[in-house]
């Protein structure tokens, strides 16, 4: 999602603006993409000064969300996902990870920002059960209502709910957690929603220090937003959902696929993920 709907002129989306970066091309400038401008690779270098391995973050971001979509294709059933906050297509998208396990597994995308509408339409126009639409995600009630979105999922019926990496550019002024509950009160019961989300330790450690001092190169010197919260403000954003285990955790630490093999760089420990269902 490279934009929100206008509370301030910062909120319009950035769409082909080659002046401004935008959330969905800073990510693709990241895990090293072509999909961005210059003005993009220069955010992504500020954060690289203080936080070398923040690709590695990001990288970390695709391999959860592949595992939890895996999951969530394969054991628990869901065949109908959201992807809330999408941003442009890249490698293992939702709906690829999600039709290698059920090929009937109906995606619906959804972003404001134009290019990645254009983006997503094209690369997607031959597959019957992907589709993208323009929509904001402050605000659910009608994102949830809207046409298209109901027009290719059954909200009668599960659905898995994805916002990845989106959340922390969500201001508190637009009150996330209670953005979260009207999503969480219209979704159906079995429904499951993964969130990760930028995460300050907030314990005066050098985990925390770096924290703050990314929260302050995204918001101030580049995307202007980016924002780590601690871990009971992100637990918020799950209301009362039911949390698989192992709950609220490190990115890699949410069924990895295998042994750590390194000690983890301090950037991939700010960066908390879990997935809840609605009983």
Not at 128 to 134: E, K, N, Q
Request: charge should be negative; charged fraction near 25%; hydrophobic fraction near 40%.
């Amino acid at each position: 999602m490279s934009g929100l709907e206008p509370q301030s002129a910062v909120r319009v989306p950035v769409g082909v603006d080659p002046t401004r970066a935008s959330i969905a091309r800073v990510y693709d400038a990241t895990l090293g993409g072509k999909d961005n401008y210059e003005i993009d690779r220069e955010v992504v270098q500020r954060v690289a000064e203080a936080a070398p391995r923040q690709s590695d973050v990001a990288r970390m971001n695709r391999r959860w969300l592949i595992r939890v979509v895996t999951y969530l294709a394969g054991q628990a059933g869901i065949d109908q996902f959201l992807d809330v906050g999408a941003g442009l297509p890249t490698v293992e998208n939702t709906h690829e990870v999600a039709q290698q396990r059920n090929p009937d597994a109906h995606v619906v995308y959804v972003d404001n920002d134009p290019v990645c509408n254009v983006y997503g339409r094209a690369l997607l126009e031959e597959n019957l059960y992907t589709h993208f639409v323009a929509a904001d995600l402050t605000e659910p009630d009608t994102l949830l209502a809207h046409d298209d979105v109901r027009r290719h999922l059954d909200l009668t019926r599960p659905i898995a709910l994805i916002l990845c990496g989106i959340l922390h550019h969500v201001d508190d002024d637009l009150d996330p957690a209670g953005i979260m509950q009207r999503y969480i009160d219209g979704l159906p019961s079995g429904s499951y929603v993964g969130i990760t989300h930028f995460w300050d330790p907030a314990d005066g450690s050098e985990a925390h220090k770096l924290a703050k001092e990314l929260e302050h190169r995204f918001t101030a010197l580049g995307l202007g937003s980016g924002w780590y919260r601690t871990r009971d403000e992100i637990a918020s954003y799950f209301g009362d959902l039911e949390m698989l285990e192992p709950g609220l955790v490190e990115l890699d630490d949410w069924w990895p696929s295998g042994p750590q093999l390194r000690e983890r760089f301090t950037e991939e420990r700010l960066l908390l993920g879990g997935v809840g269902r609605k009983v």
